[in-house]
């Protein structure tokens, strides 16, 4: 009686052994199933919707030779120029200046948009969607990579696209003041663009522009269609155009922009 008592004990600790290890192994496949469904990224109604990531997913510009990109910055400028952004499915035809694996995703940075595919494939029916920007802001980001590969500060990036058909700069202070506001047409109005357009601008610096207090310069340029740019002038250290973002200048630079405006004005 004992031994088949014992006997009835192993094999009832046997079955609970097993469904202990089946569940354990559900409760893996479980996890995996979950993190294999995660995204970085998601396509709704034609929108491109970036996930929270506690991390900088592994970026590496693809080419002859695959380089590791190691920098926040550069994915969070990335995600910034996509996130929320409606997207077309067609590719554009011309060739990407840069290739760049993101995580699971591979994205091609073209001269006026971001294509986005799924793996490694940059074919026709791998693509996700593309999303069209200004040519100013893949210069930025063209630039910050740049900055961030190979440690260029100083880029032959222009802040604002040449434009003979100027109608009119106004400029004023942030605090405003009435003996800093200045209007210009003409020559005068070109004088100010070429001056902004000559600047030297810097990517890839350590100075956060947030973090720094004084005054500003709003420029506003008006074009002879009725466009707008405004650009913002800040400290005579950072500056920007509309929704681009900061660069920074050279003081030395920036500091003649207060005596160009007393120039012109008299």
């Known amino acids: 009686m004992k031994k088949v008592f014992f006997v009835t004990l192993l094999l009832i600790f046997a079955l609970l052994l ?21 995204k970085l990224l998601e396509e709704k109604n034609g929108v491109v919707y970036f996930n929270h990531l506690e991390s900088t997913p592994q970026m590496t510009l693809k080419g002859e030779s695959e380089t590791e990109i190691k920098s926040e910055n550069f994915f969070e400028a990335l995600v910034r120029m996509v996130n929320g952004k409606a997207g077309v499915k067609d590719i554009c035809n011309c060739e990407a200046v840069y290739v760049i694996k993101v995580g699971s995703y591979t994205f091609g940075l073209h001269t006026h948009s971001i294509s986005i595919y ?24 063209f630039n910050l990579l740049k900055a961030t590969l190979y440690g260029e500060q100083l880029c032959d990036l222009k802040l604002l696209e040449e434009n003979d058909e100027i109608k009119s700069i106004s400029v004023t202070t942030f605090p405003e ?37 004084g005054g500003a310069w709003n420029i506003s340029i008006e074009y002879n269609n009725g466009d707008t740019v405004n650009v913002y002038l800040f400290a005579n250290m950072f500056i920007r155009a509309d929704s681009c973002y900061w660069y920074k200048v050279i003081q030395e630079e920036a500091n003649q922009f207060d005596k160009l405006l007393s120039e012109l004005n008299n």
């Not at 793996?119 to 210069?139: F, P, Q, T, W, Y």
């Not at 210009?184 to 522009?209: R, Y």
């Open 18 to 38: 097993i469904n202990c290890n089946t569940n354990d192994f559900d409760a893996e496949k479980n996890d995996s199933e979950k993190l294999s469904d995660f």
């Open 177 to 213: 003041s009435a003996s800093n506001s200045y209007s210009f047409n003409g020559d005068k109005a070109k004088v100010v663009f070429d001056f902004l357009n000559d600047l030297s601008l810097i990517t890839g610096f350590e100075e956060n522009p947030d973090e720094y207090g």
């Open 118 to 141: 799924n793996g490694d494939s940059i074919k026709a029916k791998d693509l996700i969607i593309s999303v069209d920007l200004r040519k100013d802001e893949m210069n930025y980001l």
